[in-house]
């Protein structure tokens, strides 16, 4: 069985668009349908067949469209490098959050952290509206109960000394 060749056919999850075949695969350009096309050529008998007796070429089903259907799901260490490469203020937040349970002098560690989680959890939502699937907002929320927590006992160890 051969493939159809390149070009731009009816896309199969949207009638209304088209999909950029490549030849072997569906990629992910599309655009909006031109006009209607023309009519498949009617089948014939006889001499006057010819060409418009041959089949029309194959196009495949959406589901079966590449092999990255199949791909294995990222590990922990690709989606952590993820969030700090999309979402640096999420992982920063953590990072000062974790700091300040360990050495917070005047809660210094524990306000920053709660300032950079909640631009990362701002981030996050920016970076969820664009269509990206990691977003660091786990990431974010955490660097910030750890941070107010930090605080929260900085806070406490400070009234019980006076």
């Known amino acids: 069985m ?13 009638g209304a668009l088209q999909r950029w075949w490549t030849g072997t695969e569906w990629s992910a350009q599309r655009r909006f349908a031109e006009a209607a096309p023309p009519p498949p050529p009617a089948y014939g008998y006889g001499p006057t067949a010819g ?21 294995t799901p990222p590990t922990r260490k690709e989606k952590d490098r ?5 979402n640096s203020m999420a992982y920063t937040g953590l990072v000062l959050a974790l700091v300040s349970c ?8 524990s306000i920053l952290g ?7 959890i701002a981030k996050s939502a920016e970076l ?3 269509g ?13 109960v750890v941070s107010i927590a930090s605080t929260a006992y900085i ?3 400070f009234s019980t000394m006076f």
């Open 2 to 14: 051969t493939l159809p060749a390149a070009g731009w056919y009816r896309d199969p999850e949207d």
């Open 51 to 71: 060409a418009a007796s041959a089949r029309p070429a194959y196009v495949p089903m959406a589901g079966h469209q590449s092999p990255t259907m199949y791909a």
């Open 82 to 86: 993820e969030i700090r490469r999309n």
């Open 102 to 109: 360990l050495l917070n002098p005047l809660a210094i560690p």
């Open 114 to 120: 709660i300032v950079f989680s909640a631009i990362g």
């Open 128 to 130: 969820e509206g664009a």
């Open 132 to 144: 990206r699937r990691i977003t660091g907002r786990g990431t974010a929320i955490a660097g910030l």
């Open 155 to 157: 806070l406490w160890k």
